[in-house]
Every structure is written in C-alpha cells, then in structure tokens.
C-alpha cells in the first residue's frame, strides 16, 4: 500500500510556481473535442485525471497526446461515435462535459455517472433540464445513462442553483447547436470565463462569461487554436496558506491574483501578511507568528471557494480561539474531519458547519485522505503536528496535483511517498473509518 508520510516542518519558504488550473484543463479538453480541426493546449497539469480522459479520447478516435514541449496536441476531426466506459466516466466527475461537447457532433452519448470526489449532493439534474429544453432525450440505465438528440436547439435556460459544471456543459453544448441560447443565474467562475475564451478562438459567439446571464449563438463549425490554460487558483491558495500553517514566507509564481480575491482577504483576515508582485503574477504570504480565529461561509466564485475550506481547516486548528467554517455549498464536505480528530483537533460537525477550538496541539497519527482538498488539508496538518503523519489515499491527491511531494520538498518540508506491503491492515482499518 502507498501512503504519503509527513514530519512537522516549520518555517516553509521558498516560490512555487502554479500550474495549469485542473478544474479549468477538464473543461478544455472536452471543448476542443467540438473542433473541427486540431487544438493545442498549453499548461495543462501532468495529473491522474488526464491519464484517464486520454484513455477515453483514444476509444472514440480522438487524438490526444502530450507533446515533447508539454503541450497537449488535440485532432477530434475523426470522432464518429461517443460511448465512453462507464468505469472510466465514474473515475472523475466531469466526464459528463463529453455530453456537451460531443452530442451535436455525434447525436447520441453513452456514459457512466459522474465519479471523482464524492460529497453526497453533486446531482447533475441541473444538466438534464437544460439539455432536455434544447431537445435531447435521456434513458438511465443502472450503470449508465444516454443522451440522444436529432438537432440540439438553442433554449432560454434559467439554473435552479449556481452550478459551475452545469454552466460549463450546457455552454458546450450550445455552441454547435442551432440558433440562440440564454444561461441565467450562471457561475462566474474563471474556469467559465476560460472555456468560453477558448471556444471563442475556436470561432464560438459567447458572451457574457464570467456575469450571471451568458449568451451563446450556435455555430455550424468550429476551427483549431493554441490555447493556455488559466493557473490553478485553488492550488495557489492551498500554498499561501502553508505559510499561515507552518510559520513561513511562500511566494506563488504565475497566478491571477484577482482569482484569489477571497482566500487574500480572509488570510490576511487571520493574520497573515499578503504582498502582491509588481507585475501582479505573484503572491507573497508571510507568517507574522500571530493568527486569530474566524469565521468562514463558502459561496460560490466570487466568495469563499468551497474547495479551500478543507485546507484552511488545517491552519485555523493553530488559531487561538474559535474558529467556525459553514460550507453552503456541499455541507457534506467534511470528510476530513474526524481524521483531524484522530490527531488530536477539537473540531465539533454540526449541520454543515465545523466549530474549530484552535490553539490545540495536532498529534502524528495513520489518517486517510477521502478527496483531494481532503488530502492536502491532511497534510498541511501533518506539517504541523509533532511526530509523523501517514496519509492513505494518496490516489486522491494525485488527482489534483502534480509533483506535490518535490514542491514541498523545495520549501523545506519533510515529506514522503511510502511504497511497502507492511502494515497493510493497519492502513486498511484507518481508509474504511467515515464520518458519523
């Protein structure tokens, strides 16, 4: 078994450089499949994820392969058919964006029901009654489900809830179909804004990205582009808040600053010290050996981002004081917990909302990370903690990040991966304990 092992380590310091936004590099490899010609992206992350949606690009005679100079070189223009295993659909949630980029194109899609992390209330009804109102069909079957269509047609679509996947998929889907179609109430998030930018240099009429109400004007083809994909904010964050974690000074390299509007004011709000580049492509935390509870809600973009409560659980578990983090927008999203709690953290779960008596000192113990905030959440505390850390799940962290044991190595962290057979039982026991 493979666990990720962590020793207190204080003091981190040093520039990371940002990769390519995960979040947003799912979404972009779908869209380029509605070329007509070859897409080249840049920046896309060396993650576990992309391994996989290769696998499913390659079943359905779309090239895709990552070039010697980094690159990911796309050629969709032989894609015939959309049946994508079921088992390699429920391995990361956002297969479901081969719908919107494939059903116009091939008229029918075959896949199974979104996977990755699993946080209880992540439906995809929102999906389905918008691509119902543009004329596509669905039968649900055990393992998976289709969706077929004769002509995909432009709807006027109001979502129930701001739902950053939906918007994204039905944006796909609309822009090959025929005639004008109207998202309300749509995320702005800037994995939005990037997908649209990108279907935009493909020859897509998109406005309205990154606002409430996006418009779409179908078009009947779409031509190749070389894009670069946006850096990932959240990753960003969860690096600015290792230094609050272990008493450091990191600097973020190649970032947007004003994706991180809310996770920069709520740090400095705990008493980190936040400095901007000159250039704007660079954040600077630096720990003033003082932080203070708080209070956080997540939102969605432009609050508080949902995937950086986790992490930021770790930190406030060395704030003095208590802290209290409600998570509106999966309030089930509170796996990490009771690992936190077999290191020693007084965390109370209530109805979507942790309340964190900080100041409490975190013990090294055998936990297990469930997702990949999770994971880093665990291993910021590990970092932290007196005595060794072990973090099974390790698969989940390497979804989200790439290189993430030599990037803490380069800011001085003692951390490690564990290949070995021994102690299999013990890790075993620890990765089926779940929350109450």
Same mark, same amino acid.
């Given at each position: 078994?493979?666990?990720?092992?962590?020793?207190?380590?204080?003091?981190?310091?040093?520039? #990371? %450089?940002?990769?390519?936004?995960?979040?947003?590099?799912?979404?972009?490899?779908?869209?380029?499949?509605?070329?007509?010609?070859?897409?080249?992206?840049?920046?896309?992350?060396?993650?576990?994820?992309?391994? !996989?949606?290769? %696998?499913?690009?390659?079943?359905?005679?779309?090239?895709?392969?990552?070039?010697?100079?980094? /690159?990911?070189?796309? /050629?969709?223009?032989? !894609?015939?058919?959309?049946?994508?295993?079921?088992?390699?659909?429920? @391995?990361?949630?956002?297969? =479901?964006?081969?719908?919107?980029? +494939?059903?116009?194109?091939?008229?029918?899609?075959?896949?199974? =029901?979104?996977?990755?992390?699993?946080?209880?209330? &992540?439906?995809?009804?929102?999906?389905?009654?918008?691509?119902?109102? @543009?004329?596509?069909?669905?039968?649900?079957?055990?393992?998976?489900?289709?969706?077929? #269509?004769?002509?995909?047609?432009?709807?006027?679509?109001?979502?129930?809830?701001?739902?950053?996947?939906?918007?994204?998929?039905? @944006?796909?889907?609309? *822009?090959?179909?025929?005639?004008?179609?109207?998202?309300?109430?749509?995320?702005?998030?800037?994995?939005?804004?990037?997908?649209?930018?990108? +279907?935009?240099?493909?020859?897509?009429?998109?406005?309205?990205?990154?606002?409430?109400?996006?418009?779409?004007?179908?078009? &009947?083809?779409?031509?190749?582009?070389?894009?670069?994909?946006?850096?990932?904010?959240?990753?960003?964050?969860?690096?600015?808040?290792?230094?609050? #974690?272990?008493?450091?000074?990191?600097?973020?390299?190649?970032?947007?600053?004003?994706?991180?509007?809310?996770?920069?004011?709520?740090?400095?709000?705990?008493?980190?010290?936040?400095?901007?580049?000159?250039?704007?492509?660079?954040?600077?935390?630096?720990?003033?050996? %003082?932080?203070?509870?708080?209070?956080?809600?997540?939102?969605?973009?432009?609050?508080?981002?949902?995937?950086?409560?986790?992490?930021?659980?770790? +930190?406030?578990?060395?704030?003095?004081?208590?802290?209290?983090?409600?998570?509106?927008?999966?309030?089930?999203?509170?796996?990490?917990?009771?690992?936190? &709690?077999? @290191?020693?953290?007084?965390?109370?779960?209530?109805?979507?909302?942790?309340?964190?008596?900080?100041?409490?000192?975190?013990?090294?113990?055998? *936990?297990?990370?469930?997702?990949? &905030?999770?994971?880093?959440?665990?291993?910021?505390?590990?970092?932290?903690?007196?005595? #060794?850390?072990?973090?099974?799940?390790?698969?989940?962290?390497?979804?989200?990040?790439?290189?993430?044991?030599?990037?803490?190595?380069?800011?001085?962290?003692?951390?490690?991966?564990i290949d070995s057979n021994e102690g299999n039982m013990e890790?075993?026991?620890?990765?089926?304990?779940?929350?109450?």
């Open positions: 078994m493979k666990w990720l092992q962590v020793e207190r380590s204080t003091s981190l310091s040093g520039n #990371v %450089k940002i990769p390519g936004s995960k979040n947003s590099s799912l979404a972009l490899l779908a869209a380029s499949c509605l070329s007509d010609e070859p897409v080249r992206l840049a920046g896309i992350p060396e993650i576990a994820d992309f391994g !996989v949606i290769c %696998k499913i690009a390659e079943e359905m005679d779309i090239r895709m392969l990552r070039e010697s100079s980094g /690159d990911v070189f796309i /050629d969709p223009s032989h !894609v015939r058919q959309a049946s994508i295993d079921p088992l390699k659909a429920s @391995m990361f949630r956002t297969a =479901y964006y081969f719908v919107g980029a +494939l059903l116009a194109k091939c008229g029918k899609v075959t896949l199974g =029901y979104p996977g990755g992390d699993d946080f209880v209330s &992540r439906p995809i009804d929102q999906h389905i009654k918008a691509l119902k109102a @543009m004329g596509a069909d669905f039968h649900f079957h055990q393992d998976y489900y289709e969706v077929a #269509v004769k002509e995909l047609r432009g709807a006027d679509i109001y979502f129930d809830m701001i739902t950053s996947g939906a918007t994204i998929n039905i @944006m796909l889907a609309a *822009v090959r179909a025929k005639g004008t179609t109207v998202l309300r109430n749509a995320a702005q998030d800037p994995e939005v804004v990037d997908t649209a930018n990108l +279907l935009n240099q493909m020859g897509a009429k998109i406005s309205g990205a990154g606002t409430d109400t996006i418009r779409i004007e179908g078009v &009947r083809h779409l031509r190749g582009c070389s894009y670069t994909v946006i850096p990932d904010r959240l990753i960003a964050g969860a690096f600015l808040i290792a230094a609050g #974690v272990t008493g450091g000074t990191i600097t973020v390299e190649d970032v947007i600053p004003e994706h991180l509007g809310a996770c920069i004011a709520k740090l400095n709000e705990i008493g980190l010290q936040i400095e901007l580049s000159a250039n704007n492509q660079s954040i600077t935390a630096f720990s003033t050996g %003082k932080l203070k509870a708080t209070r956080v809600r997540t939102a969605m973009y432009p609050g508080f981002a949902t995937d950086l409560q986790q992490p930021l659980t770790a +930190l406030l578990t060395q704030a003095p004081g208590k802290s209290i983090i409600s998570d509106r927008v999966y309030p089930k999203r509170f796996n990490h917990v009771l690992q936190l &709690r077999r @290191m020693g953290a007084d965390i109370d779960l209530r109805s979507g909302t942790a309340f964190i008596k900080g100041g409490v000192p975190l013990h090294g113990n055998l *936990v297990h990370a469930t997702d990949i &905030r999770a994971g880093i959440c665990l291993l910021l505390a590990g970092l932290a903690a007196e005595g #060794v850390t072990k973090i099974t799940g390790v698969q989940h962290i390497e979804r989200g990040y790439e290189n993430i044991v030599a990037t803490f190595r380069s800011l001085g962290a003692k951390i490690e991966i890790m075993l026991h620890a990765s089926s304990v779940t929350p109450s």
